[in-house]
């Protein structure tokens, strides 16, 4: 079995920081992209943030310059720094990956639990 167990999110004021977390564990054999979406209640989810196993990374346009997306040397877990916070950043954030289970080869995104991130005005 395959978990993504997410951490970090909480509640600031605007202009704040948090730092996401997000580990992979279980029966993988490669991860190809480790990426943070968030979603807004009654709304499609949208991509934020995503990093390739090449280095190659993707900001949604509202945060670039204040998120960074990084990926820890062991490839398995992910990060979301998140400066510069406003209110319009409060959501729930998911971590997903692509990855490759052992055995089966199965290829497929897989979803953390997701952690609600919250900024005051």
């Known amino acids: 079995q395959v978990q993504l167990v997410e951490s970090g999110g909480g509640l600031v004021q605007t202009g704040g920081s948090l730092k996401l977390s997000c580990t992979a564990s279980?029966?993988?054999?490669?991860?190809?992209?480790m990426a943070w979406y968030r979603q807004y209640p009654g709304k499609q989810r949208e991509l934020v943030a995503r990093?390739?196993?090449?280095?190659?990374?993707n900001y949604l346009d509202s945060v670039k310059g204040r998120f960074t997306i990084s990926r820890d040397t062991t490839g398995n877990t992910a990060y979301l720094q998140m400066n510069e916070l406003n209110p319009d950043d409060t959501a729930v954030y998911y971590c997903?990956?692509?990855?490759?289970?052992?055995?089966?080869?199965?290829?497929?995104?897989?979803w953390g639990q997701g952690t609600q991130v919250t900024v005051s005005s």
């Open positions: 997903n990956a692509i990855l490759t289970t052992r055995g089966t080869l199965n290829t497929r995104g897989h």
């Open positions: 990093v390739i196993r090449d280095g190659t990374t």
């Open positions: 279980g029966n993988i054999l490669r991860i190809d992209v």
